[in-house]
Each structure stands twice: as structure tokens, then as C-alpha cells.
């Protein structure tokens, strides 16, 4: 499996990330579950593993979720993952959606 952590993009391009999306595209192949792992600061307190269907997603914190993509025993798991980032207010104040 693969241990991803999404925060090197948005630190390359000076925004915050705060969330990562995983949008599932497919789903004839067995395996490749995606797994929340706890330990290693993951806010995960039980280990869990989803599939969910094509059109559907899961979001979770970037850096505070520890997550993998299981081993794909048959077929082709395609997904969309990306980082939701944003601009970091200089100060405390709160920006107004646009």
C-alpha cells in the first residue's frame, strides 16, 4: 500500500490544505480498499477500510488522517484524489465567500 501526504503541494504553491478528496471512478476490480489507519498522531481511533461506490468520495484531514490504498488483487481502481486548499488570511480575520 501507499502512505500519501498531501501537504508538500499546497506548501510548493502558498496555500493551506487542509482536507484531501478521494473521488472513486470505478469499481470492477476486487481489493484496494481504502484504509484509515490509527497510531502515528492519526486521529483515527479504530482502523476502518472503505469502498465506496463510482460518483461518490471521501474527505478527511490531510496531515491529521493516516490513510493507505489497499493491495488491488483484479481489475483497475481508478480515483481522483486532490488537495482542497486555500489562502491563509494574513491576520485573523475571516474572509467572505466569493
Not at 499546497?10 to 490509527?38: I, K, N, P, Q
Not at 488537495?83 to 491563509?88: E, I, P, Q, R, V
Amino acid at each position: 500500500s501507499v502512505v500519501r501526504d498531501d501537504t508538500a503541494h499546497c506548501a510548493l504553491h502558498g496555500c493551506v490544505g487542509a482536507f484531501t478528496c478521494v473521488l472513486y471512478l470505478s469499481e470492477d476490480f476486487e481489493g484496494g480498499a481504502t484504509h484509515y489507519l490509527a497510531g502515528q498522531g492519526s486521529e483515527v481511533a479504530q482502523p476502518v477500510a472503505v469502498r465506496p461506490k463510482p460518483g461518490c468520495a471521501v474527505v478527511h484531514r490531510t496531515v491529521t488522517v493516516l490513510h493507505a490504498g489497499g493491495r488491488l488483487e483484479r481489475g483497475h481502481k481508478w480515483i481522483m484524489q486532490f488537495a482542497l486548499c486555500y489562502d491563509a488570511p494574513e491576520d485573523d480575520s475571516v474572509k467572505p465567500l466569493r
